[in-house]
């Protein structure tokens, strides 16, 4: 039994774990889902999120050592958690998700990719703090493998999202680049670019990186592949 902690991405929140959670259960894991600050059932004000906040959050989920699992801006907040305090984290997973390069904020990392498929969908608020999806484009670029069903309970979910976290750099060091860290690539993402993401993978340990067939989001299109997936890198 390995305990295991899923960290969403941007806009969403735990909801978006829904049907992983319980295919990882019938694998054998403890594993949770949390609300990053500002997302989901957190309160926190969009204008006061940043990525140092993401980190806090995922620590204070952790009272015993776990793996975490980022998908997509999650792959800064689990390596912003390691690198404020590794002590309970014991190992790091990402999913289709940004790997933080040495002194390079989320935002510039993304811009290392020859496409930029998700910059036409991104709708600044007035204050500039935060950013929002376009309704018309979210579902082709995020769920367009997932079930009809899945598709509306996400949209009806999806929330603003803080500016600020996107915008910090971190700083690299072994307190995360020490740990066990594994990359997923989803070989059909509209969001992240697949030949990005295996960029991003090349400067892992090639034992460590696995494919799926699927899009940003296979949480919903395939969680008991995903599930399948995650075991064997959380055991290694």
Known sequence: MTRILLIHGASHGAWCWRDTLPALTALGHEARAIDLPSHGDDQTPVGKVTLNGYG?????ALSEPAVLVGHSMGGYAITQAAEMSPANVAGLIYLCAY???????????RLQAAEQPLLPAIRPAADRLSFTFDPDMAPDL???DCPPETVRYAEARLCPQAVAPSATPLTLTARSHSLPRSYIVCERDRAIPPDFQREMAARFD???VATLDSGHSPFFAMPETLAATIDPLVKA
Do not use: K, N
């Open 142 to 144: 995020f769920y367009h």
């Open 99 to 109: 790997t933080p390069w040495e002194d390079l904020s989320l935002s510039q990392m």
């Open 56 to 60: 806090q959050a995922i620590l204070d």
């Open 206 to 208: 090639p034992g460590r």
